[in-house]
Every structure is written in structure tokens, then in C-alpha cells.
């Protein structure tokens, strides 16, 4: 369910997986599936308020499925380019992007996006 006065928050599951080399590899689904499974569970860590989460998952994990919490999102090309939708549709709402890919860092902060760093999510 959408809050326009929720804090979007947009996980990269690619870069965040990737970012803890145990074996996620072997497993890409099942990792993504991990992360939304912590991210339901947990939140965010540090932060109050209210957030909506959605976790952006490509090529091997695409498919994953929503749970209450968590909103998967399959990008049907580039997750990059998925999530810099996401965040230029937000309109006014404010937007954390969970990602330590520079590039995709650059793109959603030039469209007012705030960023923080894969252990935002991850033990």
C-alpha cells in the first residue's frame, strides 16, 4: 500500500547481495528472497517513521515475490534504470536509495534522492 507521506525506500538487491561475499552466487534467488525475508522482518534499521520498501531485483532473481512489508519489483531490463524510475515518480515524496553502485548514486541524487550504503540493510 502506497503513503505519499511514507519515506520511499528502494533497495538494490543486486548490490546489496553482492556486497557479502557468502556464497550468493551460487544462489542469486534465494539470496534476494534472504534480504526481502530481513527486510520484512527488521525494516530498517534506524530509522522511525513510516516507510514503504521495495526491493529492485533482476536477471537471476527476477520473479521473486512480495511479501506484506516488501514490495519486489522484477526491473524488465536494467535494475539501474528501474530505480531511477522509481525515484523520478516519487514526485515530492521523500527517497532513500539503498545502493553502493556510484553511478546509480550519482543518477537518483541529482533527482533529490538520498542515498546510504548496503550496511543500512545488512548485518
Given amino acids: 500500500m502506497e503513503n505519499s507521506a511514507a519515506l520511499l525506500v528502494i533497495v538494490d538487491a543486486a548490490n546489496v547481495v553482492g556486497s557479502v561475499p557468502d556464497g550468493w552466487w551460487r ?6 528472497e534472504r534480504l526481502r525475508d ?14 514503504e520498501i521495495v526491493l529492485v531485483v533482476e536477471g537471476a532473481a527476477r520473479g521473486v515475490e512480495s511479501v506484506p512489508g516488501v514490495r519486489v519489483e522484477s526491473a ?5 534504470d528501474h530505480m531511477v524510475g522509481l525515484v523520478a515518480g516519487a514526485g515530492e ?11 546509480l ?19
Avoid at 40 to 51: D, I, K, N, Q, S
Avoid at 76 to 80: I, K
Avoid at 105 to 123: C, E, F, Q, S
Fill in 27 to 32: 544462489d542469486r534467488r534465494g539470496a534476494a
Fill in 38 to 51: 530481513r527486510l520484512a522482518e527488521r525494516g530498517l534499521p534506524g530509522r522511525t517513521g513510516p516507510a
Fill in 76 to 80: 524488465p531490463a536494467s535494475g539501474d
Fill in 93 to 103: 515524496r521523500p527517497v532513500l536509495v539503498v545502493t553502493a553502485d556510484r553511478e
Fill in 105 to 123: 548514486r550519482r543518477r537518483v541524487t541529482a533527482l533529490g534522492a538520498t542515498v546510504a550504503g548496503p550496511r543500512t540493510v545488512h548485518p
